[in-house]
């Protein structure tokens, strides 16, 4: 299986798994309601065609969004996106200019001295957040750009933020990209 389709296949396993309690409650609720009948069981019968449609249509628009970051950050889109730490290298960026990018933008938070610069990166223009770090070595010119999510942020409709965060945080620091 090619990892396109593996990531695929492991978001949508998440998203069967996350939409089972609201259509299980669904179908509880209606049984209650209407009591257990025929009728009752044939109104119900399209709730699980729902479940799966759902699960399908976020599986694959969350696989084609973390496929095209991918594309757009150089790596391979595979399982290892879903993953809740990240890791990415850059080359040619000064300390300074670390410091001052992750300084400047409202995305980022709680900016730390010294090497290496430790944040919080913000998501989605929510409250979430991940930690992020950056270690640069001045001897070779590389930074090493580190993602952690949190609990909230591995799982759930948000499974793939720490590659989000890392995606954006890459294109804030990397030279002659548009911010």
Same mark, same amino acid.
């Given at each position: 299986?090619?990892?396109?389709?593996?990531?695929?296949?492991?978001?949508?396993?998440?998203?069967?798994?996350?939409?089972?309690?609201?259509?299980?409650?669904?179908?509880?609720?209606?049984?209650?309601?209407?009591?257990?009948?025929?009728?009752?069981?044939?109104?119900?019968?399209?709730?699980?065609?729902?479940?799966?449609?759902?699960?399908?249509? =976020?599986?694959?628009? !969350? @696989?084609? $969004?973390?496929?095209?970051?991918?594309?757009?950050?150089?790596?391979?889109? *595979? #399982?290892? +996106?879903?993953?809740?730490?990240?890791?990415?290298?850059?080359?040619?960026?000064?300390?300074?200019?670390?410091?001052?990018?992750?300084?400047?933008?409202?995305?980022?938070?709680?900016?730390?001295?010294?090497?290496?610069?430790?944040?919080? =990166?913000?998501?989605? !223009? @929510?409250? $979430?957040?991940?930690?992020?770090?950056?270690?640069?070595?001045?001897?070779? *010119? #590389?930074? +090493?750009?580190?993602?952690?999510?949190?609990?909230?942020?591995?799982?759930?409709?948000?499974?793939?933020?720490?590659?989000?965060?890392?995606?954006?945080?890459?294109?804030?620091?990397?030279?002659?990209?548009?911010?």
């Amino acid at each position: 299986m090619t990892p396109r389709r593996q990531l695929f296949v492991r978001l949508l396993r998440g998203a069967c798994a996350d939409f089972t309690v609201p259509i299980l409650t669904l179908c509880v609720l209606d049984l209650v309601d209407e009591g257990f009948s025929l009728t009752t069981l044939r109104d119900m019968a399209g709730y699980p065609l729902a479940w799966l449609g759902l699960s399908l249509l =976020w599986a694959g628009g !969350r @696989t084609g $969004l973390l496929v095209r970051r991918a594309r757009d950050l150089g790596v391979e889109a *595979g #399982e290892q +996106l879903l993953d809740t730490t990240q890791n990415h290298t850059l080359t040619g960026i000064p300390f300074d200019r670390v410091r001052a990018e992750l300084g400047a933008t409202r995305r980022a938070s709680d900016v730390g001295d010294g090497n290496p610069v430790d944040f919080r =990166w913000r998501l989605y !223009r @929510t409250r $979430l957040s991940a930690a992020g770090s950056v270690t640069v070595d001045d001897a070779s *010119g #590389e930074a +090493l750009v580190e993602v952690r999510a949190s609990e909230h942020l591995g799982s759930g409709i948000l499974r793939g933020a720490a590659f989000t965060a890392l995606c954006q945080i890459v294109r804030t620091l990397r030279p002659g990209d548009a911010k």
